[in-house]
């Protein structure tokens, strides 16, 4: 009677496994598909650079999880119709089965997290710069370059640009002189001015009002400055008691080959004694600031 029990509840086991298998792929496809179709619904290349800016990583993530989720439940079903029921052949083939689905995740994460920001940067650039379209007359659009558009650009426009907070693209239609402006994120990132509302909100200053201690936190205020209106703020921050931050002193730092790299800094020192600092993600942002830095426009 037992056995029967245990078979039964084996076959009922497999099917359910089987069906979550299925139904778990099944949302993979679908999350892939509904984005892209969602993609091509729209018309405006600006909003699909936007849409996919997004949005894709996020859903594709969840359809690595998915699929993450539908190989368990496949491994699940090894033996089906053919093994009788055993507690601990159950229990491992379990415990192989949250294994293998976890490092399906796991690769499908480091995939989007590393490899494939790379091809999302080219599909974007290539939305950003495909040739726009004079809805009013069907003319073929020219996108100005970074010399030719300050005169289409408010002064708050230009200062974000400056900062390198914001880039406006600007389109023309030479014929008729319609004009199209869009906004994309700069390469370095600022916060966004209360008072005028540009994001041109700069860090200029910091300043520890205490410092940390083996047995309590310190206390750091970050000064900020618009660089467009010139209204100013500060904030505070919490520093990580003593031996916590010793373990991000510089001499403690191993590097090996092959490390990835998750933060560039660049200083800069003026001649007349100016210092700015600026954080990248990648050695490919920090070089493309360089190229196009200039000292006097951050003072």
């Known amino acids: ?8 509840f084996l076959i009922l086991f497999h099917q359910v496994m089987f069906i979550g298998a299925i139904a778990s792929l099944a949302v993979a496809i679908i999350i892939y598909v509904v984005h892209n179709l969602r993609v091509s619904a729209l018309k405006d290349f600006k909003q699909k650079y936007d849409y996919i800016r997004r949005n894709e990583i996020k859903h594709y993530k969840y359809a690595f999880i998915s699929i993450a989720v539908g190989v368990a439940f496949i491994i ?7 093994l009788s029921f055993d507690a601990v052949w159950f229990f491992v083939r379990i415990f192989i089965a949250l294994a293998g689905g976890t490092l399906v995740g796991y690769i499908g994460s480091l995939v989007l997290q590393y490899y494939y920001p790379t091809r999302l940067d080219k599909k974007l650039k290539k939305w950003r710069y495909m040739s726009r379209i004079n809805p009013e007359t069907g003319n073929k659009m020219r996108l100005l370059r970074e010399d030719e558009e300050d005169v289409h650009l408010d002064e708050g426009m230009q200062a974000e640009e400056e900062v390198f907070s914001v880039d406006y693209d600007v389109w023309i239609d030479e014929d008729s002189g319609y004009t199209k402006v869009e906004k994309y994120p700069g390469h370095l990132e600022a916060l966004q001015c209360n008072n005028c509302g540009f994001f041109t909100m700069k860090i200029v200053r910091e300043e520890i009002i205490e410092p940390p201690t083996e047995t309590s936190e310190g206390e750091l205020v970050k000064h900020y400055e618009c660089q467009y209106c010139g209204s100013i703020r500060a904030t505070q921050f919490h520093i990580a008691k003593e031996e916590d931050y010793d373990h991000y002193k510089p001499g403690k730092v191993e590097f090996r080959k092959n490390t990835m ?20 993600q990648n050695v490919e942002q920090a070089q493309k600031f360089l190229e196009e830095f200039d000292f006097e426009k951050t003072q």
């Open 261 to 280: 790299v998750n933060l560039v800094k660049v200083d800069i020192h003026s001649s007349t004694g100016g210092k700015k600092s600026y954080d990248f």
């Open 76 to 82: 699940n079903t090894y033996g089906r119709g053919s």
């Open 1 to 8: 009677m037992e056995e029967s029990t245990n078979s039964g």
